[in-house]
């Protein structure tokens, strides 16, 4: 198990912006597809992104296309979410999670990925 600590969530109105931050240890970060998931109360858990070991691919569920940026800084151990024009139905803990695998594309389903954080909350009110 590879810790990853994700960061930055908090309470915003419609409308507003948050950056998540996932940072990673105990691997060498760039060999890892990296993705972030969330979950809001009484839902499964939903693919919102993913980017490839480079970040030279990514990904976004329709939900989040046009409004979240995926990022990663490799030197850093760090994979970043920008939200932007935030809805009351982007409510849901937030996860980072990273995969190993030697996959042609950043995989967008929850068994594609090994490691998960704990999650962050993200919630959003009218």
């Known amino acids: 198990q590879v810790p990853l600590v994700e960061s930055g969530g908090g309470s915003v109105q419609a409308g507003d912006s948050l950056r998540l931050s996932c940072a990673a240890s105990g691997r060498t970060f760039s060999s890892y597809d990296m993705g972030w998931f969330r979950q809001a109360p009484g839902k499964e858990r939903e693919f919102v992104s993913a980017?490839?070991?480079?970040?030279?691919?990514?990904y976004y569920g329709d939900s989040v296309k046009g409004r979240f940026t995926i990022s990663r800084a490799n030197a850093k151990s760090t994979v970043y979410l920008q939200m932007n024009s935030l809805k009351p139905e982007d409510t849901a803990i937030y996860y980072c999670a990273a995969d190993g695998s030697y996959r042609n594309v950043p995989g967008q389903t929850i068994g594609d990925y090994d490691d998960w954080g704990q999650g962050t909350q993200v919630t959003v009110s009218s």
């Open positions: 980017i490839s070991r480079n970040g030279g691919s990514t």
